[in-house]
């Protein structure tokens, strides 16, 4: 399948910015399922600094604004194939190494809800469907709605609100997955939904590791693995490393942000 996306963002500022620094994951890779036949990341109101691969191998693109801006606009376009793996990413690859995967995180610490899901889980099942089962057990414990947390809450703190998004749904399943001794990490992306063009947001997903298959994605919000509508962008511990923008900025103005992503079929 080839996929067209377009991911526009605007920052506009009530008052002119002192000064501010952008960090952005936002360029696809080839491998695994999906090749990359065109990529390009365009900035007004901004300057390109510098470009780096960081320790899980994402593309990072670091973006300055100059003192007197009210408007940064970040537009990031291209064209994708895409195979359907049934969720298999394959072997690990990148700088760091697979036990770092297990490590806990301030947002995937595991706390007393996150091992009480896990308890509920069938012992005697094979390594992929207890996954499997994790993965359906952290849907029902969190209900998909938005305006119930933002990007520090916690994995516990999702379970204990019993609402969440796609972020808080990443964050559960990785919390139980490494408590069960599992690597796993956070993967943000795009998703195209079948019935619509223009998307809500970006999408994010969680991987496990298993030493048969590789990387293995799971997406609790949707109840499946990813499959031919999904791109991968970037990876990380958690959201923080994996987000697609984040930075700072010096001064008093009030910051307002738009988010306009576009997901379609060629």
């Not at 691969?53 to 990031?76: F, K, M, Q, W, Y």
Request: hydrophobic share 40%; glycine share 8%.
């Amino acid at each position: 399948m080839r996929l067209s996306i377009s991911h526009r963002t605007v920052y506009r500022y009530d008052a002119p910015v002192d000064y501010a620094l952008q960090q952005l994951r936002l360029t696809p890779k080839s491998h695994g399922a999906q090749t990359v036949r065109r990529w390009t990341t365009s900035v007004t109101g901004g300057c390109r600094e510098l470009q780096f691969e960081d320790e899980h191998a994402n593309t990072v693109e670091l973006i300055s604004v100059a003192p007197g801006t009210t408007e940064i606009t970040i537009l990031s376009e291209g064209e994708l194939d895409i195979r359907d793996t049934a969720g298999v990413h394959g072997p690990h690859a990148g700088y760091m190494p697979l036990w770092m995967f297990e490590r806990h995180t301030a947002l995937t610490r595991p706390g007393q809800r996150c091992r009480k899901l896990v308890q509920g889980l069938d012992p005697n099942l094979a390594p992929l469907d207890r996954l499997h089962a994790l993965s359906a057990a952290a849907s029902v414990a969190v209900s998909y709605m938005t305006g119930r947390s933002d990007v520090g809450t916690t994995a516990e703190d999702a379970l204990a609100a019993g609402a969440g998004v796609c972020q808080d749904h990443a964050h559960v399943f990785i919390a139980c997955a490494r408590s069960m001794g599992i690597p796993a990490r956070y993967v943000s992306g795009y998703l195209m939904m079948n019935d619509r063009v223009a998307q809500e947001a970006t999408h994010a997903w969680a991987e496990a590791w298993l030493p048969d298959l590789g990387w293995v994605g799971f997406d609790v919000s949707n109840a499946i693995s990813p499959d031919q509508r999904y791109v991968r962008v970037a990876t990380g511990l958690d959201y923080t490393e994996a987000a697609p923008v984040n930075g700072f900025r010096f001064g008093t103005a009030h910051e307002d942000m738009s988010v306009a992503v576009e997901v379609r079929q060629d």
